[in-house]
């Protein structure tokens, strides 16, 4: 049969959340991936260090250099100015940042060479007067040399021999193929040996259209040339350098200028340079390692300044040391806040471009890199799935505060671990992800619970006012008024005054005025002028006192007395005793106190009702196994059973007639607080023993030991009572049913049903022994079930760890008594008995010595 | 969807003592307690609310008054609290339960009610010492029906000429079953197939079984106490 579900269950909610995050996960989606490049950025700090390495030197083309030299753009002979200072330090590289795409436009070098020119026409054209115009074109000629910076500055570059210059590319997909082939000195510098390990890898890698180079002149006398382009993320901060790009998308993998600064200081040669395909850039022994676009990740050493800047005025002044430069990468650059680029990176939000560059070639150079490795996707996945089920399934059966803990604990040591592992390893692990799955799917769930639970919550408690007032009304509902004033009374007046108020009115009814005076006198302690209680209550108090006393002793003693009550002259008898009064009310009917005319004693005559829907032949049946059990019963003659003197029947009751007793019963004596001296203890139970021993040879078992049916009498007597009646009555019973009190006593194979002899009795007097000893029951159970369940296969807690005093012997004695198998038990009474008198011997020994 | 709550009907049936019948909308009503062949009394008791689809079954004990009292205080008090649940209050008496609805926690709350009430009735009344009762109570919110029960009246669901039993009966027979000790068999005829190990009135705080189903037209749902289950067999 399908149960309905009011709620989401936890693991679906969790799995939810789960497959969101995984999903988001998979297609990399830009919000999470954003938070992420903020914790990338955070880890990146971790890696920045003090000390880098000196291999290269930044010539600044800043502020102050441009104050002493002039407004930018310089002309470009300072940069070959520089370039020679540079040169002649001994510089092993010069990497040279400015692009020069087109030739120097001078107005006076244009005018010169036009001037040379018409000149030289002239010149042609009147060739007797050649001569006159040579030294003209001479100087025409030094000073368009003078002014021809480019050749300037092609000179230098071919004297150094060492200079590295940029191109820039125009970055993205474009159809079709290049326009014109390129001029040697550029294809020189592709890279030509490639690694193919898989076709669809080279989809990956960042085409490029048209490319913007140096003039010609300039080409001519580079070293080599590397591309300055910059492959920001989505929010502009620069993590990756694009090693290479694919010119036109032909598989032509052009290379970065940093590579070419790195590759040129290393000497080089082209067949140095192999680039997988799929990922991973070989320098010469060196490997860098890239995704499948060839991007590596830029690892920053530093903010700006991480190398020494050396202004390129003070260079070309001659004002640098040139251990400086000697063997280095001398990178020149524009660091200008104004004219130069400036690049937002995670270390710093403006770099200048030289120091980017700067930074690139010093990870390769040491190879100091940060990488994704092939494994991270693979472990953040199983990270993924590993907390989503965690919050899935065992968050919601751990409850909040558990799950709390693990939960952080997860969380640090992965947040710990990350970052371990980025900033020792460089490893880049995706940190986000995880620690979502684990801060959103414990919110969720917890504020489910929450939500749902809160539902709930307004639970009333057992005890409170609200209850009470139920009660209460449930009480008058059913007629039983002094009840419903008792709960009535635990409410605070103002709620339940109304009800109060109806409660006085019942009494009234009822003719209980006194009772009702004092229900308006409690409203009227708080609200004195609440209806008319004010005019009531001096009435009903002036009635109450006029009662007649047999109304008002209703309740003491009369109606509910017992049936047999007729009227006040008869004497009520059963059989041939005198009822004088009743003595209390037993589980199986009323016990009285009777009179044996004939004899003059005084009896207690224990009267069993079969009131309920027995068959006339089951009746007779029924009540001729009640005189059979009542007259082995009373076979029984012995100093420690109570004696049964008469059986018999009287209007439709059966009835005992027995020794009365004066005492109390052992239960008594099972608390703790008021436990016999042990000594006594075990004395009774020996004695009880004995009397067990004899009935058992009687052929008569119990079936019902435990402390209530055993009795203490005033005289130091120990009496067993209710000899073989508990099994009669449990038989009456029929449709209607017995509550059953706790099988506490109850032996295994009593609680199983099967036939009991007289070792049932013996556990039963062993669980007895163990309370008396102990305070505490040996089986006990919060459900009648579990209770059972552990008298029949669990073994009982020692009695020391109640009572420490308890004597070995003892113990043995409730051990064996208490065995599950009857075989294992004492077979007879008496051994036990004797058992017990032996310990009890020893103790005399033990306190006398 | 026909609701029957049948009582001790045993198989010659004289004397019927009340005979309640009643429709509410997709609902037929019947009731009938019988005091049978043997009792001279009858100490079952029922009630049906049909404007809250609720039904009342209790089968008291504990002396011939006192039985009859606390099945009567159980059949009267459960609806008084269902119907007071029903005007003021999201409150549930007692420990709610979150795997059942609001309505069913109500339905568990009204029987420990009426079970603090017998209970402090017999604390306070030596006649009425001893004095319990079962009680199985259903309520029908379409298409769900919520169901209680402590003792070992029962209720069944007749679908499609199928039986079920909805409850399990708090007996020590039954327990027995349960753990393998007996047979269904040897219960019925054990020595102390009458004796419950859970019931109104025996202790201040009782432990009342829940349970949900879903129910659909032409279903039948029918409450019984002991007496009509020893008298028909299951079959």
């Given at each position: 049969m399908?149960?309905p579900?009011?709620?989401i269950p936890?693991w679906?909610?969790?799995?939810?959340?789960?497959?969101?995050?995984?999903?988001?996960?998979?297609?990399?989606w830009w919000p999470?991936?954003?938070?992420?490049?903020?914790?990338y950025?955070l880890r990146?700090?971790?890696r920045?260090?003090d000390?880098?390495?000196n291999?290269?030197?930044?010539?600044?083309?800043?502020e102050?250099s441009?104050?002493?030299?002039?407004?930018?753009?310089?002309?470009?002979?300072r940069?070959?100015?520089?370039?020679?200072?540079?040169?002649?330090?001994?510089?092993?590289?010069i990497?040279?940042?400015?692009?020069?795409?087109?030739?120097?436009?001078s107005?006076?070098?244009?005018?010169?060479?036009?001037?040379k020119k018409?000149?030289?026409?002239?010149a042609?054209q009147?060739?007797?007067?050649a001569p006159?115009?040579?030294?003209i074109?001479?100087?025409?000629?030094?000073?368009e040399?003078?002014?021809?910076?480019d050749?300037?500055?092609?000179?230098?570059?071919a004297?150094s021999?060492?200079?590295?210059?940029?191109?820039?590319?125009?970055?993205?997909?474009v159809?079709g193929?290049?326009?014109?082939?390129?001029p040697?000195?550029?294809?020189?510098?592709?890279?030509?040996?490639v690694?193919?390990?898989?076709?669809?890898?080279?989809?990956?890698?960042?085409?490029?259209?048209?490319m913007?180079?140096?003039i010609?002149?300039?080409?001519?006398?580079?070293?080599?040339?590397?591309?300055?382009?910059?492959?920001?993320?989505?929010?502009g901060?620069?993590?990756?350098?694009?090693?290479l790009?694919d010119?036109?998308g032909?598989s032509?993998?052009?290379?970065?200028?940093?590579?070419?600064l790195?590759?040129t200081?290393?000497?080089?040669?082209p067949?140095?340079?192999?680039?997988?395909?799929?990922?991973g850039?070989?320098?010469?022994k060196?490997?860098i390692?890239?995704?499948a676009?060839?991007?590596?990740m830029?690892n920053?050493e530093g903010?700006?300044?991480?190398?020494?800047?050396?202004?390129?005025?003070d260079?070309?002044?001659?004002?640098?040391?040139p251990?400086?430069f000697?063997?280095?990468?001398?990178i020149i650059?524009?660091?200008?806040?104004?004219?130069?680029?400036?690049?937002?990176?995670?270390v710093?939000?403006?770099?200048?471009?030289?120091?980017v560059?700067?930074?690139?070639?010093e990870?390769?150079?040491?190879?100091r890199?940060?990488t994704?490795?092939?494994?991270?996707g693979?472990?953040?996945l199983?990270?993924?799935?590993?907390f989503?089920?965690?919050?899935?399934?065992?968050?919601?059966?751990?409850?909040?505060?558990k799950?709390?803990?693990?939960?952080a604990?997860?969380?640090?040591?992965?947040?710990?671990g990350?970052?371990?592992?980025?900033?020792?390893?460089g490893?880049?692990?995706k940190l986000?992800y995880?620690?979502?799955m684990?801060?959103?799917?414990?919110?969720a769930?917890?504020s489910?619970?929450?939500l749902?639970?809160?539902k709930?919550?307004e639970?009333?408690?057992?005890?409170?006012?609200?209850?009470?007032?139920?009660?209460?009304?449930?009480?008058?509902g059913?007629?039983?008024?002094d009840?419903?004033?008792?709960?009535f009374?635990?409410c605070?007046?103002?709620?339940?005054?109304?009800?109060?108020?109806n409660?006085?009115?019942?009494?009234?009814r009822?003719?209980?005025?006194?009772?009702?005076?004092s229900?308006?006198?409690h409203?009227?302690?708080?609200?004195?002028?609440?209806?008319?209680?004010a005019?009531?209550?001096p009435?009903?108090?002036?009635?109450?006192?006029?009662?007649?006393s047999?109304?008002?002793?209703?309740?003491r003693?009369?109606?509910?007395?017992?049936?047999?009550?007729e009227?006040a002259?008869?004497?009520p008898?059963l059989?041939r005793?005198?009822?004088?009064?009743e003595l209390?009310k037993?589980?199986?009917g009323t016990?009285?106190?009777?009179?044996?005319?004939?004899?003059?004693?005084?009896?207690?005559?224990?009267t069993?009702?079969?009131?309920?829907?027995?068959?006339?032949?089951d009746?007779?049946?029924?009540?001729e196994?009640f005189?059979r059990?009542?007259?082995?019963a009373g076979?029984?003659s012995?100093?420690?059973?109570?004696?049964?003197f008469d059986?018999?029947?009287?209007?439709?009751?059966?009835y005992?007639?027995m020794?009365?007793?004066d005492g109390?019963?052992?239960?008594?004596?099972?608390?703790?607080?008021?436990?016999?001296p042990?000594?006594?203890?075990v004395?009774?139970?020996?004695?009880?023993?004995?009397a067990?021993?004899?009935a058992?040879?009687q052929?008569?078992?119990?079936?019902?030991?435990?402390?209530?049916?055993?009795m203490l009498?005033?005289?130091?007597v120990v009496?067993?009572?209710?000899?073989?009646?508990?099994?009669?009555?449990?038989?009456s019973?029929t449709a209607?049913?017995?509550?059953?009190?706790?099988?506490?006593?109850?032996?295994?194979?009593q609680?199983?049903?099967?036939?009991?002899?007289g070792?049932?009795?013996l556990?039963?007097l062993?669980v007895t022994?163990?309370?008396?000893?102990?305070?505490?029951?040996p089986?006990?159970?919060e459900?009648?079930?579990t209770?059972?369940?552990?008298?029949?296969?669990?073994?009982?807690?020692?009695?020391r760890?109640?009572?420490?005093?308890?004597?070995?012997e003892?113990i043995q004695?409730?051990?064996k008594?208490?065995?599950?198998?009857?075989d294992?038990?004492?077979?007879?009474?008496?051994?036990?008995?004797?058992?017990l008198?032996?310990?009890?011997?020893?103790?005399?020994?033990?306190?006398?010595? | 969807m026909?609701?029957?709550?049948?009582?001790?009907?045993?198989?010659?049936?004289?004397q019927t003592?009340?005979?309640?019948?009643?429709s509410?909308?997709?609902?037929?009503?019947?009731?009938r307690t019988?005091?049978?062949?043997?009792?001279?009394?009858?100490?079952d008791?029922?009630?049906?609310?049909?404007?809250?689809?609720?039904?009342?079954?209790?089968?008291?004990?504990?002396?011939?008054?006192a039985?009859?009292?606390?099945?009567?205080?159980?059949?009267?008090?459960?609806?008084?609290?269902?119907?007071?649940?029903?005007?003021?209050g999201?409150?549930?008496m007692?420990?709610?339960?979150?795997?059942?609805s609001?309505?069913?926690?109500h339905?568990?709350g009204?029987?420990?009610?009426s079970?603090?009430?017998?209970?402090?009735?017999?604390?306070?009344?030596?006649?009425?010492?001893?004095?319990g009762?079962?009680?199985?109570a259903?309520?029908?919110?379409?298409?769900?029906?919520?169901v209680?029960?402590v003792?070992?009246?029962?209720?069944?669901?007749?679908?499609?000429g199928?039986?079920q039993?909805?409850?399990?009966?708090?007996?020590l027979?039954?327990?027995q079953v349960?753990r393998?000790?007996i047979?269904r068999?040897?219960?019925?005829?054990?020595?102390m197939a009458?004796?419950?190990?859970?019931?109104?009135?025996?202790e201040?705080?009782v432990?009342?079984d829940?349970?949900?189903?879903?129910?659909?037209?032409?279903?039948?749902?029918?409450?019984?106490s002991?007496?009509?289950?020893k008298?028909?067999p299951?079959?």
């Open positions: 399908k149960k579900r009011a709620v936890d679906l909610l969790g799995g939810v959340v789960t497959l969101l995050l995984l999903l988001a996960f998979a297609v990399s999470l991936e954003s938070i992420e490049m903020k914790l950025d990146a700090r971790l920045t260090t000390q880098v390495g291999e290269i030197a930044i010539v600044a083309i800043d102050e441009v104050d002493r030299l002039g407004r930018w753009p310089w002309p470009r002979v940069m070959a100015e520089a370039i020679d200072v540079i040169s002649e330090a001994g510089a092993k590289v990497g040279l940042t400015i692009l020069f795409p087109d030739p120097e436009r107005q006076g070098l244009d005018e010169i060479r036009a001037l018409s000149i030289e026409e002239t042609q009147n060739v007797k007067f006159l115009y040579a030294p074109l001479q100087a025409l000629g030094d000073a040399k003078k002014l021809d910076n050749s300037k500055l092609s000179d230098s570059l004297l021999a060492n200079v590295v210059l940029p191109v820039y590319f125009e970055i993205g997909r159809e193929r290049p326009e014109g082939e390129l040697p000195e550029i294809l020189r510098n592709f890279i030509t040996q690694d193919n390990p898989s076709d669809k890898a080279a989809a990956q890698v960042l085409e490029t259209g048209a913007k180079a140096p010609e002149k300039l080409c001519k006398e580079t070293k080599a040339l590397g591309h300055l382009n910059l492959a920001p993320e989505r929010d901060v620069y993590r990756n350098h694009l090693l790009v010119y036109y032909q032509q993998y052009f290379p970065s200028f940093s590579t070419q790195v590759a200081y290393w000497n080089l040669q067949k140095d340079v192999r680039v997988r395909l799929g990922g850039v070989q320098l010469g060196v490997e390692p890239t995704d676009a060839f991007r590596m830029v920053y903010g700006m300044g991480t190398w020494r800047y050396y202004p390129i005025a260079v070309i002044d001659h004002k640098v040391q251990d400086a000697k063997g280095k990468i001398v650059g524009l660091t200008h806040l104004g004219l130069g680029e400036q690049i937002t990176t995670p710093a939000p403006r770099l200048p471009q030289p120091e560059i700067a930074n690139v070639a990870n390769i150079l040491h190879q890199f940060i994704r490795p092939p494994w991270a693979k472990l953040e199983a990270l993924l799935i590993l989503g089920a965690f919050i899935s399934l065992a968050l919601p059966r751990l409850g909040a505060g799950s709390a803990i693990i939960a604990a997860l969380l640090v040591l992965v947040l710990a990350g970052t371990y592992v980025f900033a020792a390893k490893y880049w692990i986000l995880p620690t979502l684990l801060g959103l799917g414990y919110a769930i917890i489910k619970k929450y749902i639970t809160e709930h919550k639970v009333l408690e057992v005890e409170s006012a609200e209850t009470n007032k139920m009660l209460g009304l449930s009480f008058q059913q007629g039983m008024l009840l419903a004033l008792e709960k009374r635990r605070p007046v103002d709620d339940v005054k109304e009800e109060l108020y409660l006085g009115l019942d009494f009234e009822k003719r209980q005025f006194s009772k009702a005076a229900v308006y006198q409203i009227a302690s708080k609200l004195p002028k609440f209806k008319d209680i005019t009531r209550i009435k009903l108090q002036a009635a109450g006192e006029t009662i007649i047999g109304t008002a002793g209703l309740k003693g009369g109606a509910e007395a017992t049936v047999l009550v009227g002259d008869l004497k008898t059989g005793y005198e009822i004088i009064k209390g037993g589980a199986m016990v009285f106190l009777g009179k044996d005319p004939k004899i003059n004693r005084m009896v207690a005559i224990k069993l009702r079969f009131e309920d829907d027995v068959d006339p032949e009746l007779k049946a029924l009540k196994r005189f059990e009542a007259e082995s076979r029984l012995h100093p420690n059973i109570v004696t049964i059986t018999g029947e009287d209007q439709d009751m059966c005992i007639a020794e009365l007793l109390r019963d052992l239960k008594d004596w099972t608390t703790k607080e008021n436990l016999f042990m000594k006594t203890a004395e009774h139970m020996a004695t009880v023993a004995e067990l021993d004899y058992h040879q052929a008569i078992v119990h079936r019902d030991i435990k402390p209530a049916n055993i009498l005033k005289s130091g009496k067993v009572t209710d000899f073989g009646i508990a099994r009669i009555t449990t038989s019973r209607t049913g017995t509550v059953m009190g706790t099988p506490s006593y109850m032996s295994p194979e609680l199983a049903g099967k036939k009991v002899d070792r049932s009795d556990f039963s062993g022994l163990y309370e008396l000893l102990a305070g505490e029951k089986f006990t159970g459900s009648i079930a209770l059972m369940f552990k008298i029949a296969n669990e073994r009982h807690e020692s009695p760890q109640y009572n420490a005093g308890i004597p070995e003892v004695v409730i051990d008594s208490l065995a599950k198998n009857p294992e038990r004492y077979q007879k009474g008496k051994e036990m008995a004797a058992d008198k032996a310990a009890l011997a020893q103790m005399e020994r033990s306190a006398t010595a | 026909r609701l029957r709550i049948l009582q001790s009907e045993s198989a010659a049936a004289p003592r009340d005979v309640f019948a009643a509410a909308p997709g609902l037929d009503v019947a009731a019988d005091v049978g062949r043997r009792r001279a009394n009858n100490e008791n029922f009630s049906v609310v049909p404007e809250l689809g609720l039904f009342v079954l209790s089968d008291g004990m504990g002396g011939e008054a039985g009859e009292l606390a099945s009567k205080i159980t059949v009267e008090e459960i609806p008084r609290h269902m119907k007071e649940a029903a005007r003021d999201p409150a549930v007692g420990e709610a339960n979150p795997q059942f609001t309505l069913t926690n339905l568990a009204a029987i420990r009610r079970n603090r009430v017998i209970w402090e009735a017999a604390q306070h009344h030596a006649s009425q010492r001893g004095m009762a079962t009680v199985v259903a309520v029908l919110r379409q298409p769900v029906l919520s209680a029960h003792g070992d009246s029962r209720i069944y669901l007749l679908r499609n199928e039986l039993q909805l409850t399990q009966d708090h007996s027979v039954m327990e349960r393998g000790l047979t068999e040897e219960a019925e005829h054990s020595d009458n004796i419950i190990i859970r019931a109104l009135g025996a201040e705080t432990k009342v829940l349970d949900e189903v879903y129910v659909m037209p032409g279903d039948h749902v029918v409450l019984c002991d007496g009509l289950t008298m028909v299951d079959g």
